[in-house]
């Protein structure tokens, strides 16, 4: 028997006169993706050697930026040490040209960036007082050599201490429990701080670190990985029953793990978990902010400057947090603009914080000025 043909359901070409049962307007347009993130260029010395230059050109490169290092007008209020600079210069000399022995060519030096290049960031740096850290793309600080520019802080000598500050708990609580300690590096910037506990912590020790700054966070990992501590292997030991069997898993874990995020934000799963916590924040009152340094105040991150009109804002939010977030018997420090603020903090948290922390006190820095705040969660 023949079957009727079914009619075929037309495909639906067009919107239907008929108004739809839900929702009449039209959807949102879609917005437009966010800006791509300008991270700084990478470090000079880890570039690769994409030009040359013949000995001359650079010797005549290295006479006109000696004579421009030198020329600084005497009235400057604010001057640059000609001394300092010829260091520099020679740095970037360093951090600029390859091994002539790994050259096709012996009558040619290999570079990173074309002499013209060179010409421009050295009158950026003379002229234009760009931080010789941002002009080569890097920071040496403890015994590490960071990835720094525009948008992140350029670590600061003093606060090396802070790591020192880690590293004696730590030898001081060794041999005691048996579990993770989770330390916390809060606006971690380059990661200095963090890449630098991650070297101290221990075997069972690892390091969470945050930064509001989207540029400091991709920067900070960079340091992170460099220095190798972005997977780790944690041997977890464990014995089952009498036997006493030994058995070992291995399993990859952040040495050193960088969260986006404010402050505490980013560390709800280790909240009153923490071993330790440090930070570095910005503490400059912000009426001081216009008399930084040229170098400072033009090239700096504000973010990572203003601390507020006194320029406590973030150390009282972050001394506060310290309560729930830090476990029993847990660690701080916090670096401070110096005596008044220190002095300040301490009080702080005796008087307004009492019974929650115990031993608070201002710790000097190599310039003997009181510039860290530390203590320990009662
Ligand atoms: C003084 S810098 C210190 C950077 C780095 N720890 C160091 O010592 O070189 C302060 C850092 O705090 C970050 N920061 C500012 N406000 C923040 C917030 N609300 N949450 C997290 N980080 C913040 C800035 O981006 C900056 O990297």
């Given at each position: 028997m023949l079957l009727p043909k079914l009619p075929l359901r037309p495909t639906k070409l067009f919107a239907s006169a008929t108004p739809p049962l839900f929702s009449t307007s039209s959807p949102p347009p879609p917005s437009p993706p966010p800006p791509p993130l300008k991270l700084p260029k990478p470090p000079l010395f880890l570039r690769p050697l994409i030009s040359s230059a013949t000995p001359t050109s650079l010797h005549s490169f290295h006479s006109w930026a000696k004579s421009l290092a030198l020329s600084t007008p005497p009235d400057d209020p604010d001057p640059l040490d000609p001394n300092l600079l010829l260091r520099e210069l020679q740095w970037l000399l360093q951090d600029a040209t390859g091994d002539v022995g790994r050259s096709q060519n012996p009558d040619l030096v290999p570079l990173r960036a074309d002499l013209g290049d060179l010409y421009g960031l050295w009158r950026e740096r003379v002229l234009e007082r760009r931080p010789f850290q941002y002009v080569v793309g890097c920071e040496h600080w403890r015994d590490l050599v960071l990835w720094v520019g525009e948008g992140v802080l350029i670590p600061r000598p003093e606060t090396e201490v802070v790591v020192d500050l880690v590293k004696e708990v730590v030898i001081g609580r060794s041999?005691?429990?048996?579990g993770e300690e989770v330390w916390a590096d809060l606006g971690t910037g380059s990661g200095a701080i963090a890449v630098g506990m991650g070297g101290v912590v221990g075997e069972r020790g690892r390091v969470v670190a945050t930064d509001l700054s989207e540029v400091a966070v991709e920067v900070a990992r960079f340091n992170v990985e460099r220095y190798g501590l972005k997977e780790s292997i944690l041997e977890l030991k464990a014995y089952e029953g009498l036997t006493r069997v030994l058995v070992n898993w291995l399993a990859p874990w952040d040495k050193v793990q960088i969260r986006q995020g404010s402050w505490f934000e980013p560390l709800e799963d280790v909240k009153g978990k923490l071993t330790g916590l440090v930070s570095n924040p910005p503490y400059i009152p912000s009426r001081n902010l216009p008399g930084l340094q040229a170098e400072v105040g033009r090239y700096e991150p504000k973010l990572a400057l203003d601390g507020g009109k006194s320029g406590m804002d973030h150390l009282i939010h972050l001394c506060e947090g310290s309560v729930s977030y830090l476990k029993p018997g847990g660690f701080f420090a916090f670096e401070t603009n110096g005596d008044e603020q220190s002095e300040f903090l301490v009080d702080f948290m005796v008087s307004k914080l009492e019974n929650n922390f115990r031993d608070v006190k201002a710790v000097a820095d190599f310039a003997v000025i009181k510039r860290f705040v530390t203590g320990f969660r009662s």
């Open positions: 041999g005691r429990g048996d």
